[in-house]
């Protein structure tokens, strides 16, 4: 296990915990570290007080032996736009010299990788960073239709939505989307891993959710496939699209 590559995680909260869906998707082949940010708002001025921390938590991690970093947080790394998420990248690259990805773009990666062109999306998000979210996604090439938030900007208490919830929230913005081939639940605080399966099932389309891709797309920077069968459509892809990261 010790030869296994590690991957550190720059996560919003300022505990600095593994997210759980990590070591459920990979339990073996790969290890994960966190650092913490500290975020407290899900707002534009709450990504601003910390996002500078990047680069040096990125050190941080290379310092404790990560082979690949991640930033964690679906907002902190859309809401100053495309090009910005592309910098967030480079920066965390110079810091350490490693390959990187953000969950911004561990998403765009999973739905161009289910050869998603028209996208419905749920958040938990407050509308200001839902129409930032709608022109990043629109930026990277999608066409986006419904975007829905559940008003959420005080870090934390995304986990408490149900499942259940989630699940109506998908199907709720698939219907309001005509010609959607695949929905997006965005915000890594939401606890997704569960929801998937199940409304995948229910609406027919693939589902692309934020902390499942972003892990998706970390370990891929490793060498991992990224295959994890039980988990839904992009967990059981036989030949995932190369990682876009370095682009």
Request: charged share 20%; glycine share 12%.
């Amino acid at each position: 296990m010790s030869d296994s590559p590690l991957i550190g995680l720059i996560v919003p909260t300022a505990a600095g915990e593994v997210p759980a869906d990590g070591p459920k998707l990979y339990p073996t082949g790969v290890r994960f570290v966190a650092a913490g940010l500290g975020l407290q708002r899900l707002t534009p001025e709450g990504y601003d007080r910390v996002i500078d921390r990047v680069g040096d938590l990125a050190r941080d991690l290379a310092a404790r032996g990560a082979a690949a970093v991640a930033l964690m947080g679906t907002s902190l790394s859309f809401y100053k736009g495309y090009a910005f998420n592309e910098q967030l990248k480079d920066t965390m690259r110079a810091a350490t010299g490693l390959p990187a990805t953000t969950m911004s773009t561990g998403v765009v990666e999973a739905l161009r990788a289910l050869g998603v062109r028209r996208v419905a999306v749920g958040t938990a998000y407050i509308e200001e960073v839902n129409k930032r979210l709608r022109q990043f996604l629109t930026d990277s090439g999608f066409e986006v239709g419904a975007v829905q938030g559940l008003g959420i900007d005080v870090v934390g208490e995304a986990r408490n939505v149900s499942e259940a919830d989630l699940v109506a929230l998908g199907q709720r913005v698939l219907a309001a989307s005509p010609g959607a081939d695949g929905i997006l639940i965005s915000c890594g605080g939401l606890r997704t891993l569960g929801v998937t399966v199940p409304l995948e099932a229910a609406v027919g389309v693939p589902v692309v959710s934020s902390t499942p891709a972003a892990f998706w797309s970390a370990v891929r920077l490793v060498g991992h496939d990224g295959r994890a069968p039980g988990y839904g459509r992009l967990f059981a892809l036989a030949a995932p699209t190369p990682s876009a990261t370095a682009s």
